[in-house]
């Protein structure tokens, strides 16, 4: 059971308003009042917390974790307890993780082992999407299992890794199909795997062996062709979709096309942390470790404007919200591709530094405002994979998942200070405006003066609703 904290000073931010000089008084976890001090005086003996000067935010939600995935011949260093204590420490108090079952393996399965790992170890909440990896009557019997039941309702196909995980436009098909009759909505990795896989081919052919061959390999037009593909499957099937990990200026304006042709509750567009706050130069650093610790997909491009114009085109709804993809690996783990870039783990950190790097990049350069910046990194998630209002909104009833936000303060990004597993951080030595000074996790002051007050196995499976198409009203 959670002690009562009373928060006095508030200046609320949701994603539609900010409310100055409020209280908020949390009881049992949950948000029982908000409202002016004249109305609600402090009980005795509750934790008193000033806001004063500071914003009081909507925990962060991440919808795109990998803790603990076994992936490229290893296993990702962040596991659910590293991986949310850090969300936690930068302010992050819910992640979506995605269960991917192996080719061949059953969902259920893959489910059962995801729950055990993240049961025992999560110090916040988490939902889960799930990965179709593979394509049969049995897999079609299981998503709707995982819907009507086991509280997953989207699920991420995969148009690149080719050979893993891959399907082909048929398959791309008929798991949108069956999506829409679930309610559920479908998620895309969108990168061209057959003409990746040639492109590898011939780089490695012709001697690139380094991390810049990945880049190389994926460029930002096989992005934009898979994303535009995947809006045309949406559509054919008027299945909804939300294209995970949008990447490039391309992939992104074929995100805003297709919400223009076919509507703003039915195509949605996620850019992450890292695409926001570093480019693909990072590939041609002379340090191998350095460039290899950037190997992600889709990978991060070398146009300096990217990381603005993601920016920008979050600000205009014509991309809805930012995750991590945390998938971190270690120096050593990356080494897997010391010959041969294809080889090389594909992951990077981001889970405890999306909120400073989106409120640094955003909001103090000016591009979007603080309700925006909820929007992005909080109430939409909650909203398209509907565990909305419960997270993302700080209204009466809701969990309460706070942060207070100091916006005038700033961190430096070091792997030195991170809370994660892994032993590289791409953003190192960045300074951030925006530091999570006070985390509250359901009810529980959980990050206070830089430290964790966290209990592993404390965080709740929160399980998503169906699809609402009226989600984001006209
Ligand atoms: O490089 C990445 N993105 N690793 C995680 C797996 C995925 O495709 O999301
Ligand atoms: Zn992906
Ligand atoms: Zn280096
Ligand atoms: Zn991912």
Known sequence: MSESLYIKNACIVNFDSIQENSVIFIENGIISFIGSEADFKAPENVKIIDAEGKYVLPGGIDPHTHFELEFGNTVAVDDFFHGTCAAVAGGTTSIIDFVIPKKGESLLNAYDSWRTRADSKAVCDYALHCAITWWSPQVRDEMAILCKEKGINSFKMFMAYKGLFMLDDSELYETFEHCRDLGAIAQVHAENGDIIAKNTEKLLQSGVRGPEGHQLSRTEDVEAEATNRACVIAHQTNCPLYVVH?????????????????????????????????????????????????????????????????????????????????????????????????????GVNGVEDRMSVIWEKGVHAGIIDAKKFVAVTSTNAAKIF???????????????????????????????????????????????????????????????????????????????????PMIFPK
């Open 246 to 346: 949008v990447m490039s200026i391309s992939a992104a304006e074929e995100v805003a096309r297709a919400r223009q042709r076919w509507g703003k509750n039915f195509i949605f567009g996620e850019t992450l942390a890292a695409a926001l706050g570093t480019t693909g130069n990072e590939y041609y650093d002379k340090c191998w470790h350095h460039a290899a610790a950037h190997v992600m997909s889709p990978p991060l491009r070398p146009n300096k404007e990217t990381p603005a114009v993601l920016m920008k085109m979050l600000g205009d709804d014509d991309l809805q919200a930012t995750g991590s993809d945390n998938c971190t690996f270690n120096k050593n783990q990356k080494e897997l591709g010391k010959d041969d870039f294809s080889k090389i783990p594909n």
């Open 386 to 468: 509907n565990i909305y209002p419960q997270k993302g909104s700080i209204t009466v009833g809701a969990d309460a998942d706070l942060v207070i936000w100091n916006h005038k303060a700033t961190r430096t990004i070091s792997v030195k200070t991170h809370h994660h597993a892994c032993d590289f951080n791409i953003f190192e030595g960045m300074v951030c405006h925006g530091v999570p000074e006070i985390v509250i996790v359901n009810g529980n002051v959980a990050f206070e003066d830089g430290k964790l007050n966290v209990t592993a196995g404390s965080g709740r499976f929160v399980p998503s609703n169906v699809f609402n």
